[in-house]
C-alpha cells in the first residue's frame, strides 16, 4: 500500500498522500488539505512548500548536489557548453549534432532586435539600471510576435524559446552601450553564443573587440552554472505568471524583475560592492564579518547562505577554480579576490557561520570573474539572467505541458481587523 501521513484535527484523522521523488524526495500532499479538513497550511518565505513536481533539476542541499536533468554539474562545467545544457534543460536531452546545428541555426536568425526597438533603448535615463532596462525590453520585444498571443503558441514554442534566448543577449548587450553612450553594435553571425555578446558589449566600429578564448570559455561557465536552480525566487515568479496563461516573454520579465534583488541574483552585484568598501576601507575583512554577524548593522556577508544549500554550493566551488585559473591567464591580480579568500577563510571558521550552515554561494566568487573580463559591476546581475534563461524557458514549458495545470493562487491567514465600517470623512478623527 503507498504510504500515507496521518493529521489528528479536531477529534478527527486524516490520511494524507506521500509523493515520493525520483531522488527520494518526499512531501506530504495537501491539495485537498482545505475541502477536508478547513484548515490551510502556513510556510513562511514558502521554505517547506513544494509548489510543483518538475523533473528538471534536482538539488540536494545537505550534499552540496546540484544536477540538470540529472547530470552533474560539475561533469557539465568541464565537458559541455552553456548552448548544449540550454538545450539540455529547455528539451529534457543532450542534442545531437544534428540537433544542436539547428538550435544554434535559430539562435543566429534570431539575433538581431528589431530596429523599432532602438527608439525605446534611447528613451531611458543614462543611468538607469540595467536589469530596469532588460525586463522593459523583453516585455516590448514579445509586441513584435503576435503569435506569442495566439492559441496554437505552443507550436511554435521552439522558435520563441530560441527567440527569447538569443535576443536577451542582445537586449543585454545594448543596454550596457546606451548607458554608456556607446554605438549599438550588430551581432555577428559567425560567432557562437558567448563570443558574440562579449563582441556586442566591447567591440568598436573602427575596431573588433579582442577575444580572448579564456574570457570566453569563463563566461560561458558562468552562464552555464546559472542555467538552472530549481525552484529558486524568479523561477517560482516565472512559474506562477506563467500559470494565469501569460505568454513566455512576460513571464521571463517578470523573473527578471524578481532576480534583481539583492537577496538573489543582485547579491552578485552586491559581494563586489561589499569587496570594493571593504577594500577602500583598509579593512581586511574582519570588521566586516564582524558586522555581517550583529544583526543591528544591516549588513550580511554577501555571496554567503543559501535557503537550499547548507554545505558548500557546488557552483562557488567550480567558480573559485576558474577564477584562480582565469587571472593567471590574463596575469591579472585583484586585490579583491585576496580579501574574498580572506573573509570566506575566516567565515568557515567562525562559530556564527559554523552554526547556521552558511557557506560561499554562486555570487561569491562570479564577480571577480566578471570584473576580470571588463564587464561593469551593474552587468553582473544581468549576466545572472541570461545564463538563467533557459531555466526560466523550461519550467514556463513544464507549466504549460501540464494537463491539469492550475493558477498559482496561494491563500493567507487574515490578521486586519474583524468587521468595520465606513465612518464619512468629517466625522473622522
Ligand atoms: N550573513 C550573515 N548572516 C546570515 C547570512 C549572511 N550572508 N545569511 C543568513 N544569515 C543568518 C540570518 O541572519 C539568520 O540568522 P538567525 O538564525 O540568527 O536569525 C540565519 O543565518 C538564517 O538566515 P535566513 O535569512 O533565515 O535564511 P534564508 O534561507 O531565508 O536566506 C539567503 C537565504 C541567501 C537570502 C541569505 O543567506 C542571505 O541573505 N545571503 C546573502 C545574500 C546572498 O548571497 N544571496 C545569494 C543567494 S545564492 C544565488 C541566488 O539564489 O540568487
Not at 546545428?101 to 539600471?129: C, I, V, W, Y
Request: glycine share 6%; charged share 25%.
Amino acid at each position: 500500500m503507498d504510504k500515507t501521513a496521518e493529521l489528528k484535527l479536531d477529534g478527527k484523522t486524516y490520511q494524507l498522500p506521500v509523493v515520493v521523488g525520483t531522488e527520494q524526495e518526499r512531501a506530504i500532499d495537501i491539495s485537498n488539505l482545505r475541502n477536508e479538513t478547513g484548515y490551510i497550511t502556513l510556510d513562511d518565505g514558502y521554505a517547506n512548500t513544494g509548489s510543483c513536481q518538475s523533473s528538471i533539476t534536482f538539488i540536494d542541499g545537505e550534499r552540496g548536489i546540484l544536477r540538470y536533468r540529472g547530470i552533474p554539474i560539475e561533469e557539465l562545467a568541464e565537458k559541455s557548453t552553456f548552448i548544449e545544457v540550454a538545450h539540455l534543460i529547455i528539451f529534457g536531452h543532450l542534442p545531437t549534432s544534428a540537433e544542436l546545428r539547428r538550435f544554434s541555426d535559430l539562435l543566429t536568425e534570431n539575433e538581431l532586435l528589431n530596429e523599432a526597438m532602438k527608439h525605446h533603448f534611447e528613451g531611458f535615463p543614462t543611468q538607469a539600471h540595467p536589469m530596469a532596462i532588460l525586463s522593459s525590453m523583453i516585455n516590448a520585444a514579445s509586441c513584435f510576435y503576435p503569435e506569442l498571443f495566439g492559441p496554437d503558441s505552443r507550436n511554435t514554442f521552439v522558435v520563441q524559446a530560441a527567440r527569447l534566448l538569443s535576443k536577451v543577449r542582445t537586449i543585454a548587450a545594448y543596454a550596457y552601450r546606451m548607458s554608456r553612450g556607446l554605438p549599438i553594435i550588430y551581432p555577428k553571425p559567425d560567432l557562437k553564443y558567448t563570443a558574440n555578446f562579449l563582441h556586442m558589449m566591447f567591440s568598436l566600429p573602427y575596431q573588433e573587440y579582442d577575444l580572448k578564448p579564456e574570457a570566453v570559455k569563463a563566461l560561458d561557465l558562468i552562464f552555464l552554472l546559472h542555467a538552472d536552480h530549481e525552484q529558486n525566487c524568479s523561477t517560482a515568479t516565472v512559474r506562477m505568471v506563467a500559470s494565469s496563461r501569460a505568454n513566455l516573454f512576460a513571464s521571463a520579465a517578470a523573473g527578471v524583475c524578481a532576480l534583481w534583488g539583492p537577496l538573489h541574483g543582485g547579491a552578485n552585484q552586491a559581494v563586489l560592492e561589499m569587496l570594493e568598501a571593504i577594500h577602500r576601507e583598509g579593512d581586511d575583512g574582519s570588521k566586516f564579518i564582524a558586522a555581517a554577524k550583529d544583526k543591528n548593522s544591516g549588513k550580511r556577508l554577501m555571496g554567503f547562505g543559501h535557503r537550499v544549500y547548507k554545505n558548500y554550493d557546488p557552483r562557488a566551488k567550480i567558480i573559485k577554480r576558474v577564477c584562480d585559473q582565469l587571472l593567471e591567464k590574463l596575469h591579472i591580480t585583484d586585490p579583491l579576490l585576496d580579501i574574498a579568500k580572506h573573509l570566506e577563510e575566516v567565515a568557515l571558521k567562525d562559530p556564527y557561520f559554523i552554526e547556521r550552515k552558511l557557506y560561499p554561494n554562486v555570487d561569491f566568487y562570479s564577480g571577480i570573474i566578471m570584473r576580470a573580463i571588463g564587464i561593469p559591476v551593474e552587468m553582473f546581475t544581468v549576466i545572472f539572467a541570461i545564463g538563467r534563461m533557459p531555466g526560466w524557458i523550461a519550467n514556463y514549458k513544464e507549466v504549460m505541458e501540464q494537463p491539469h495545470s492550475r493558477i498559482y493562487r496561494p491563500r493567507q491567514v487574515y490578521t486586519g481587523p474583524t468587521l468595520n465600517h465606513y465612518t464619512p470623512i468629517k466625522e473622522r478623527k
